[in-house]
Each structure stands twice: as C-alpha cells, then as structure tokens.
C-alpha cells in the first residue's frame, strides 16, 4: 500500500530527527528572550525564530532528501510543487507553540512528519525546553497472503514507546486545544472540552499539538482532539501515533483527513467512547 520500504521509512525518520535537533537548537537560542512576535492573525504568532527555524529546515531536508517537496507553515507553499499531494512530501511546524515560546513557557517544539499522498509515514518532534525527543514510522501493512509486515517503531528520547493501556475514558488523561480564532461554535471547541471533561479523568490544554500527538504515542496521555488544525501540525505526530499503535479519525469517528485538521488520535481503546464524548 505505500510506495516506500520499512527500511526507508526507518531513514526518513532518522533524517527528520537529525533536521528536527539543529531547528531546536537554532530555536532554543531565542527562548526567554522576550522575542517580538508579529501578529498573523487574532492570537496567531510569528517571530524571528519561526522563520529562521523554517529555513533550516527546508535547506537541510531539500539536502538530505533531494527531490521531496517541503511544506512549511511560514512559507504555507512548498519549496517546489506539492499542490496534488501525491507521492512523499515533507511537512513541516518550525516552532509549534509559538505564543508559549514567546512568553517563555515550555511547551513547544520542532516538528518534521514525511506523508506519502495522505497517509503519515514518518516523523519526528523535538521538545528542547522539555528535553524530549520522539522519532517514528509506520509500519507495513499486512500482504495480500494475510502476513503481518515488519512494525513500526516509536522511540522517546531514544527508547521505544508505546501507547498506554487504559481501557475507560473515566480513567482517561486526555489533551485538547482551541484555534487561535475562537468566535464560533463547534470550531472553538469549547462544547466537547465542556462535554469530555464531565467523562474523562482529566483533560489537559499545553499548546503544542505536535507534543500531544507525541505524547499519545507514549503513553502519557490516553487521547486527544483537536479541530481546525493545520497539516504541519499533525504530520509528525501523527505518524508516532500510528507507529506506536495507536488509532486515529476524524471527529465523527470516520477515516481522517489530515489535510482538514479535525482529528481524534487515542491508545485505540478509549477511542470509540472519545468520540462520543467530542460529539456529545
């Protein structure tokens, strides 16, 4: 069903990884500064960092990987043309978080996903102020004889990961977010945060979706959703998610469409009573 190999796949992660590490480090150079931040949109910044981050970024993946478009929030086109999104195309979030690094909060991070058409295969997301790392790709399907192909693998700071193994949402640490725009219902999201939180054990709102996704392949959190999020966003984590066996749909629980930006990703086993609980 995909076009490349495990092993390629595994190299793509290592080389999305290698890039995700020098943006970080360019970034964590600006962290607690106080940086200027330009304004995009209502409650949507931009600063020096994310722009510098994306050039990197682009540089180094048009370099190490020649021949893949890169897709990049500040630019929002590709380094070359990606408009049908087939074959492999790099995405890529040079600085997710960019209003809690600007105020010196913690939680952002570096996130580089590889996509082949509309399926994630590969990806990495760097945390520098958290110290944490996530890498991974997805698995082979299973062949047209029914045998299982080789796995997947996720890795947190170097160590395999996997998701958690809590079986009901009241025992459920799960994580959301609102877009910056957040005038109007459902897409503010404040009717399912309401509806899930009178469910779950606890629902957490960090600011950084590539760090919930990733935080879903590990095991911290149990699931989350989020609405009207963008591709850069959720390439990376999201392929960690599937790696680490994880599930992932769309809000009404059917296949997703990562391009639209409204998904529910979970350890699989809540997920069915997660989306309920979105849609109630």
């Known amino acids: ?66 021949g893949i478009p890169v897709v990049g929030e500040e630019r929002g086109e590709s380094s070359s043309n990606a408009s049908n999104r087939a074959g492999l195309i790099w995405y890529v979030d040079p600085l997710d978080g960019t209003t809690n690094f600007v105020h010196g909060h913690p939680f952002w991070s570096i996130a580089v996903g590889l996509m082949d058409g509309d399926e994630p295969i590969a990806g990495a997301v760097v945390a520098p102020a958290l110290g944490l790392r996530w890498s991974g790709w997805v698995g082979d399907p299973v062949s047209a004889v029914g045998r299982p192909g080789r796995p997947g693998e996720a890795r947190r700071n170097g160590q395999r990961c996997g998701v958690s193994a809590t079986a009901k949402i009241e025992d459920a640490l799960l994580a959301t977010g609102f877009p910056p725009v957040r005038t109007h219902a459902p897409t503010n999201n404040f009717h399912s945060f309401m509806s899930v939180k009178h469910v779950a054990q606890a629902v957490r709102r960090c600011g950084s979706a590539a760090i919930d996704l990733c935080m879903v392949a590990d095991g911290t959190y149990d699931g989350y959703w989020e609405r009207k999020l963008h591709i850069w966003d959720v390439a990376a984590g999201s392929a960690l998610v599937l790696a680490a066996r994880g599930r992932i749909t769309a809000l009404d629980g059917s296949a997703p469409n990562y391009h639209v930006g409204h998904i529910v990703a979970s350890n699989g086993l809540i997920h069915d009573a997660l989306v309920e609980a979105v849609n109630a």
């Open 1 to 66: 069903m995909k076009s490349t190999s495990a092993a390629e796949r595994a190299q793509f992660a290592a080389i999305a990884l290698l890039v995700a590490e020098e943006a970080g480090a360019l970034v964590s150079a600006g962290f607690r500064s106080r940086p200027v931040a330009e304004l995009k949109g209502k409650s949507d910044l931009v600063t020096q960092f994310d722009r510098a981050s994306e050039d990197m970024l682009v540089a180094r993946l048009s370099s190490l990987a020649p």
